[in-house]
């Protein structure tokens, strides 16, 4: 009996006993939103009901139920439902499925578990349950596993799709021994490694990194498609499916709708060719009628044991008959436009028949006032017992603590059981001092526990609002009700909510033909990997081709040589000649400009570094009450950014730090944090915008935040009158405007400051030149933070630490959704119905279309498609000022549907926003859309994107590869980290300014942050590693490389050749001397341990990916080994000789020469020095291998040798 416990209300017991005696259908009333999941879970936990499903009216009340459910009982599951309007996508994101699976699995397997739905979810036809439990893939770690190609056959057949890297749910790969797997309803894959027929180990493992987590000895795959065919029940359903088809056409074109009916042929052809050839993973759920004849509702997966639940049945019942008649008009539509057949009309049960099924159910009803089960407006379902609870919902203590204090004690006094629900234990912890201080004593415990009369408790979770039952002597406040806001822990609905994936580097995505650089020779085309056998040794070799068609072999292990040329924009780079000087000439301009770009920013960091500004006082008492009345959990970057703000005002210096992150990403709130806090020290505060429109949003923000504190914020925009203006402007001069908001108007001259002590500069780069002077001036006076929604990469951070201030926020906010993807052709009524169903939330839509020529004429179309929404166009040649009185109306709700160009600003945040209908999505690249896309979906709510392209016309072969590219990226995965890569290098650009853009478009962006490293480095006094002036080459006859039976795929096989060649890269630095300059590994041994344990690592990784490591593969990790350790030691040349290798070595190396004595007498003779002179024209070592030794491994194994012990020369 935890804290919650109602078993000693009366009330409640007696709900209880019926529940026993099966007396159903039983109502509660008196209870609304919280109350109802609290007293749900209890009716759960006290009569051992092994399932039970709770039904509410639609999705935004289910999972605001399953969010409060989650407090008293984590066994609970989200189950959404379909979406059958948009059924016909050509891609659907996965995510609904995953959901829906996983909800599944778990009422299949678990001893007790709730799923809470929707009405709208019990209406789906689904498949028996048997069906699905039959086709589980159970795997032991005795099972026998005699032939992969019958698993790949198995799991393809239940909808898993094969690949040769697995990254997200529904995936499997097979590589050789290998088998890696993600069943839909795990949060992380398995990989099964196979010795011969028998399972030998497996294993957890992680999608991002492809490492293996922990062992396991089981595991079972529950099919990754809720509607699974065999070949009989395929070839049935296409006979009804045609037969129908034949039907449908005949009468179309017997009433002269020949398009209609053409429309209608293909669609169904092309289905029919999908299901044959995708099975599975063909978009099946319309036709479920065809294919079977005993469908069940979800309801019908609940046994006479189960619990159902039913919140607010007349409303609940209402939006299921809403539901209906929805699907029912646009399937009506669809059959007489040559859309759909008529056995697509019964893909949903009529919400009648799934009312009267209910009333069959362990049913219980739970409402604010007494409801009967209504099933048509003459049929009613009688309860049997209506049971009244006196429960009340908690009011809110948002500006009086101490009457929290009060009623505490007044509850005391009454013997209440006292609940207090804090999102975490810093919190809680924050909450138990607070009422220690004002004489109540606290303490923090595990919900689980029983709370005793007159005890006040803290738990540790989430609850929307909080909730008092007088009868039953028990309150529970939440920390909404204490701060006025719901702060959210991350959100758990989402079953896969944690493989986002990791950023990747510049190999992962190199396909044949994408433009290299590289080092030394510069632009060419990589043409792929080829095996040349060279010295009677096979070697695989990196093909670039260069101008003139010629071409350049590269060996694989010297990967590190080239990168992947990216730059902002789509032109194509110009091919370098292979020997020629175009190159060179190229580089050494990119490097002097980077030199003075280097010297100008350490220059004026210097400088500023010297300015003494106002240090800021540390947090007071109301800093801290302010920041709690913040609504949402911050994110780790968010909290860091803060803390690295407020330390940069607190210091003498003045502040200039950069924060950058996508729209919606906490920049905002740091800004706010900042300028409350400035305020708190007598300071004025400057927030500069470059538009009117992002002027008055920051204004609301801001307005709102400050609501309950003693802060004075003004406008400075067109949208203020003169009146206004000049009333602000002397307000500001007297000090009695403590923060203003306000576009380049404020940077005017008749503007003046009594006190500003901080200045706030959103996307700087907008404005203009003479205004970014006039900011340059304000810079040296007082602390300015900027801010950027265009993400910065992460490389370029590194090369400005510590000649820029930044601070890059890459966490998703907590509670945002994915965005629900859809690609299809283009077609009208789901633009109707994308529109009606967003205007029918209360939500706007922005539409994009791209070209100004017809915009109108769409506009036009649109208006057709819906005549009550109020629909507005809007492009970038318009005057200025309709554009932005268009853009207000829309920021502030007056338009409904925005039909526009790209010119969608990117620093607006509207959270209203929640559909975007793109048109031609072809004609865009990735970067573009995942931009697009990105400006909805930016609050709790759902964020829909519907990509529309033309079929009936010819595409291209760069549009059909980008459409294929978007329904790869659907599924947020290696396409949208492309795209971030894209909008990253845009923003580097928007960082160092348009002429450095110019320079990272010659050389390429990797190439470009690697020159502007080493021109930081120099100008700071770093000396230089005397290791980077030579490479070392190596000739040894040895075959050396990645066999295709080992990787079969080129882009992976590619990625760990990287891999390899990154071990040359291993780390010997210790730390940095009181000067900040880098100190080397002095000690030989740490040295060669220091390699020793990268090439362990690399051979684990290796033999955990893709089996046990073969010769060629170990020859060649041996092969940078050695390569790495000799160029430590000023080796430049490693070459092999008839009877011994010949080890060239730099004009001067840095030698303990004392230690040469010692090593060569290590060697007894078999290693002598070169120098030069008649004969011999190269310095460095000659090693004779021992007499008759041939085979290249031992050559290698002595090699490693003679490399270890010249490590103490160094």
């Known amino acids: 009996m935890g804290v919650f416990s109602l078993k000693k209300y009366n009330v409640f017991a007696g709900v209880l006993g019926d529940i026993k005696l099966a007396r159903f259908p039983v109502s509660i009333s008196g209870c609304q939103d919280s109350e109802n999941a609290h007293v749900m879970s209890e009716l759960v936990a006290e009569s051992g009901a092994r399932a039970s499903l709770v039904i509410a009216a639609d999705e935004v009340h289910a999972k605001k139920l399953y969010e409060d459910y989650r407090l008293f009982d984590r066994n609970v599951y989200f189950y959404p439902a379909r979406d059958m309007i948009f059924y016909s996508a050509d891609v659907h994101g996965k995510a609904i499925m995953n959901e829906r699976l996983t909800a599944l699995r778990n009422l299949v397997s678990k001893k007790q578990v709730t799923i809470i739905t929707t009405f709208g979810a019990c209406m789906d036809r689904l498949i028996p349950l048997n069906m699905i439990q039959e086709k589980v893939i159970n795997i032991y770690s005795d099972t026998l596993i005699e032939d992969t190609a019958e698993l790949s056959a198995r799991l393809v057949a239940v909808g898993y799709v094969r690949v040769t890297g697995v990254t997200g749910p529904g995936e499997f790969a097979i590589r050789g021994d290998i088998i890696d797997i993600f069943p839909v309803s795990e949060k992380v894959p398995v990989r099964i490694e196979l010795f011969g027929d028998e399972i030998d180990s497996m294993r957890r493992f992680d999608a991002a990194t492809q490492r293996s987590i922990e062992n396991i000895s089981e595991i079972s795959i529950y099919p990754a498609a809720e509607i699974i065919l065999d070949e009989a029940r395929r070839i049935d359903g296409e006979e009804k499916i045609r037969a129908d088809l034949k039907k449908l056409n005949e009468a179309l074109r017997k009433n002269m709708k020949t398009q209609e009916a053409f429309r209608l042929k293909s669609a169904v052809e092309q289905f029919l060719n999908d299901v044959e050839y995708l099975g599975a993973l063909a978009s099946i759920e319309s036709y479920i009628t065809y294919f079977y004849d005993n469908t069940v509702s979800l309801i019908d997966y609940f046994d006479e044991e189960s619990l159902i639940f039913m919140e607010e049945p007349e409303r609940t019942v209402g939006a299921g008959k809403a539901v209906y008649t929805e699907f029912a008009d646009s399937q009506s539509r669809r059959l007489e436009g040559g859309y759909v057949l008529p056995g697509q009309l019964n893909a949903v049960y009529p919400a009648e028949e799934i009312a009267e099924r209910l009333a069959n159910k362990r049913l219980v009803l739970i409402s604010n006032l007494p409801q009967k089960l209504k099933i048509t407006e003459k049929k009613s379902v009688k309860v049997k017992e209506n049971y009244g609870m006196s429960a009340r919902l908690m009011g809110g203590y948002t500006k009086n603590f101490l009457q929290l204090v009060s009623d505490i004690k007044s509850w005391k006094k009454k013997n209440y059981r006292i609940v207090i629900v804090s999102v975490s234990t810093a919190r809680a912890e924050r909450l138990r001092d607070d009422l220690d201080y004002n004489g109540i004593t606290a303490t923090i415990r595990d919900a689980s526990l029983a709370a005793k009369p007159k005890e006040v408790v803290l738990v540790i979770g989430a609850l929307s609002r909080g909730f008092e039952y007088p009868d039953a002597g028990l309150v529970v406040v939440s920390e909404s009700d204490i701060f006025g806001t719901v702060r959210r822990k991350k959100s758990e609905y989402s079953a896969f909510s944690e493989f986002k994936g990791t950023s990747i580097g510049s190999f992962e995505d190199l396909k044949v033909g994408d433009y290299v650089v590289h080092e030394n020779h510069g632009m060419g085309i990589y043409k792929g990997i080829e095996k040349i056998e060279s010295g009677g040794a096979l070697k695989d070799y990196i093909k670039i081709e260069y101008a003139g068609a010629s071409n350049l072999y590269i060996p694989a292990a010297a990967l590190d040589k080239i990168q992947k040329y990216e730059a902002n924009g789509a032109r194509k780079p110009k091919l370098n000649k292979l020997g020629g000087k175009e190159w060179a000439e190229t580089k050494a301009r990119v490097e002097r400009s980077v030199k003075n770009i280097a010297k100008e920013l350490v220059a004026l960091y210097s400088a500023r570094q010297r300015i003494k500004g106002h240090a800021f006082s540390e947090d007071t008492r109301w800093q801290k009450e302010f920041e709690q009345l913040f609504p949402y959990e911050e994110t780790h970057d968010q909290l860091k950014a803060i803390a690295d703000v407020k330390k940069d005002m607190e210091s003498e210096k003045v502040m200039d730090r950069l924060v950058c992150g996508d729209v919606g990403y906490g920049k905002t709130e740091i800004a706010i944090r900042a300028a409350f806090k400035a305020v708190m020290d007598g300071k004025q505060v400057a927030v500069l915008t470059p538009t009117t429109i992002l002027s008055q949003q920051h204004f609301n923000t801001f307005m709102q935040r400050m609501l309950d504190f003693p802060v004075t914020v003004e406008m400075m925009s067109r949208f203020r009158t003169s009146k206004q203006q000049k009333e602000t402007i002397a307000r500001l001069k007297e000090g009695k405007v403590d923060i203003v908001i306000g576009t380049h108007r404020l940077l005017s001259k008749d503007v003046e400051f009594k006190n500003l002590g901080l200045l706030i500069v959103d996307e700087e780069q907008r404005f203009g030149v003479a205004h970014k002077e006039r900011l340059k001036e304000m810079k040296n006076e007082v602390d300015v933070l900027t801010l950027s929604a265009t993400p910065i990469p992460r490389t370029l951070h590194m090369s400005l630490a510590g000649i820029r201030d930044m601070s890059v926020l890459e966490e998703a906010p907590i509670d945002r959704l994915p965005i629900q993807t859809f690609v299809l052709e283009e077609n009208e009524e ?381």
Do not use: W
């Not at 945040?909 to 573009?928: H, K, M, Q, W, Y």
């Not at 609050?939 to 072969?957: C, D, H, N, P, V």
């Not at 853009?997 to 100008?1019: I, P, R, T």
């Not at 000659?1182 to 160094?1210: D, F, H, S, W």
């Open 830 to 1210: 789901i633009v109707r119905e994308a529109i009606t169903r967003e205007l029918a939330r209360g939500g706007q839509i922005y539409y994009v279309h791209n070209r100004i020529n017809d915009i109108e004429e769409v506009t036009n179309a649109v208006k057709k498609l819906v005549p009550d929404a109020e629909i507005v166009f809007a492009h970038g040649q318009m005057p200025e000022k309709q554009l932005e009185k268009i853009m207000l109306s829309f920021v502030q709700g007056e338009i409904d549907v925005l039909i526009s160009t790209t010119i969608i600003e990117t620093g607006l945040d509207i959270p209203n926003v929640n559909t975007i209908i793109i048109d031609d999505a072809e004609r865009f690249g990735l970067s573009g859309l995942y931009q697009l896309r990105g400006r909805v979906g930016r609050s709790a709510r759902q964020g829909y994107a519907f990509l529309f392209y033309r079929k009936s016309k010819i595409l291209t072969e760069i549009a059909e590869k980008r459409l294929s590219a978007i329904k790869e990226y659907t599924e947020l995965g290696s396409g949208i980290k492309i795209a971030m890569k894209d909008l990253e290098i845009r923003g580097a650009g928007n960082l160092l300014g348009a002429e450095q853009s110019g320079h990272m478009a010659e050389v390429g962006y990797e190439m470009y942050c690697k020159l502007l490293n080493e021109a930081v480095q120099d100008e700071k006094g770093i000396m230089r590693d005397p290791l980077e002036n030579f490479e070392t080459k190596v000739d040894i006859n040895i075959d050396a490389y990645i066999p295709d039976s080992y990787i079969p795929d080129e882009e992976q096989k590619l990625r760990m050749y990287k891999k390899i060649a990154d071990l040359a890269e291993t780390d010997f630095r210790t730390g940095k001397d009181e000067k900040g300059l880098p100190v080397f590994e002095d000690d030989p041994k740490a040295a060669i341990k220091k390699m020793d344990e990268a090439c362990s690592d690399l051979v684990d990784e290796l033999c955990d990916i893709y089996g046990g490591v073969p010769d060629q593969v170990q020859n060649l990790i041996d092969v940078v080994y050695i390569k790495t350790l000799f160029h430590r030691a000023y080796v430049n040349h490693i070459k092999q000789e008839e009877d011994g290798v010949e080890l060239y070595v730099t004009d001067k190396p840095d030698y303990k020469t004392e230690k040469l004595g010692a090593v060569l007498e290590k060697f007894k003779g078999a290693l002598v020095v070169l120098v030069p002179g008649k004969n011999e024209t190269k310095q460095g070592f000659a090693y004779k291998l021992p007499k008759g030794t041939r085979n290249a491994v031992v050559i290698m194994r002595l090699l490693k040798e003679v490399a270890n012990e010249l490590q103490e020369l160094i």
